[in-house]
């Protein structure tokens, strides 16, 4: 039977055989190639096709002597991970494994919505300084379909659900985080789409896909202010959205994604919060509401 398999590798004979990143750049490089590596073999395995008598395989390189085994009697491994992740909390976004990623590469805080509370800033605090002999970079990954940006843009649009004794208080302060990139999600919306964009068809899922990028880039920020108050210069703090559908992360919006990429790309967090009207205004522009008939017909008429 062929199989397509995904596989993480330790070769006893070459223990440390995958290379660590000496910089920020080179970690961001890895964790592209990484996602590259996932996202091929996803596509892989959902077309089921490979040359007969062939078994694709995708390898995850894993440094034996920091998986858990003792290097000498009663010590344990040092944790030395090369990237901190703030991600969402969803099950459909396996962190290490999207970013070809094996054991104590990746130091990983998931909450719902990936945001920014007291817990997740103390672990980012921990991790910048009990860590930073070995991390080079901050990601913070949101995600297509985020339940906690579809929540918060529901009660943005809806107050009263908001106010519902059904929503939980836990629920409403994740929500209350992510109310100012809805607002300003709604505010490219405006300007992209017009005043009545609100009364057009998809404006509901335009809403939270704006939302999604925008949450993401206002905690890369937050985080990149957290890492310039530490002093902590040779730390870049990056970002990007996985699709949940295509199994990439691209932040295609970023001046500095070069074509050729295979549509992956983590971009550097804003470093105005102008940025983020600029940011709501091109993902605005690429999710153009479909025009009515007759509205199409006068177009044509003229």
């Known amino acids: 039977m062929n199989t397509i398999d995904y596989i993480y590798r330790f070769d006893p004979k070459n223990p440390s055989a995958k290379p660590v990143?000496?910089?920020?750049?080179?970690?961001?490089?890895?964790?592209?190639?990484?996602?590259?590596?996932?996202?091929?073999?996803?596509?892989?395995?959902?077309?089921?096709?490979?040359?007969?008598?062939?078994?694709?395989?995708?390898v995850v390189q894993c440094n034996g002597l920091e998986v858990g085994m003792r290097r000498t009697e009663g010590?344990?491994?040092?944790?030395?991970?090369?990237?901190?992740?703030?991600?969402?909390?969803?099950?459909?976004?396996?962190?290490?494994?999207?970013?070809?990623?094996?054991?104590?590469?990746?130091?990983?805080?998931?909450?719902?919505?990936?945001?920014?509370?007291?817990?997740?800033?103390?672990?980012?605090?921990?991790?910048?300084?009990?860590?930073?002999?070995?991390?080079?970079?901050?990601?913070?990954?949101?995600?297509?379909?985020?339940?906690?940006?579809?929540?918060?843009?529901?009660?943005?649009?809806?107050?009263?659900?908001?106010?519902?004794?059904?929503?939980?208080?836990?629920?409403?302060?994740?929500?209350?985080?992510?109310?100012?990139?809805?607002?300003?999600?709604?505010?490219?919306?405006?300007?992209?789409?017009?005043?009545?964009?609100?009364?057009?068809?998809?404006?509901?899922?335009?809403?939270i896909e704006i939302a999604v990028t925008l949450n993401a880039a206002q905690s890369a920020y937050d985080l990149r202010l957290e890492v310039e108050r530490a002093g902590k210069w040779e730390i870049e703090v990056l970002y990007s959205i996985y699709d949940t559908r295509t199994h990439r992360v691209n932040m295609a919006f970023d001046p500095e994604a070069a074509e050729g990429t295979g549509g992956i790309h983590i971009a550097h967090a804003p470093t105005n919060p102008r940025d983020f009207a600029g940011l709501a205004v091109k993902v605005a522009k690429t999710l153009q509401p479909p025009r009515n008939t007759s509205t199409t017909a006068m177009l044509a008429a003229e």
Not at 92 to 117: C, H, K, S, W
Not at 157 to 166: A, E, H, T, V
């Open 75 to 207: 010590q344990m491994p040092k944790q030395a991970p090369f990237a901190v992740l703030v991600g969402c909390s969803d099950a459909r976004v396996p962190t290490e494994m999207i970013f070809g990623q094996g054991f104590n590469d990746i130091f990983v805080i998931r909450v719902a919505g990936n945001v920014l509370g007291d817990e997740c800033l103390g672990s980012v605090d921990f991790a910048l300084n009990a860590l930073s002999e070995s991390v080079k970079v901050v990601v913070v990954l949101g995600h297509t379909g985020c339940g906690a940006v579809t929540g918060a843009v529901d009660a943005y649009l809806q107050p009263l659900k908001y106010w519902s004794k059904s929503t939980a208080t836990y629920l409403k302060s994740i929500f209350r985080h992510i109310f100012v990139a809805v607002r300003e999600a709604a505010n490219g919306l405006n300007e992209v789409w017009g005043p009545d964009a609100r009364d057009l068809p998809g404006y509901r899922e335009a809403l």
């Open 21 to 58: 990143p000496p910089d920020a750049r080179v970690a961001r490089r890895m964790l592209e190639d990484g996602n590259r590596m996932f996202a091929q073999w996803m596509e892989s395995c959902q077309k089921s096709s490979f040359a007969e008598g062939s078994e694709p395989r995708y």
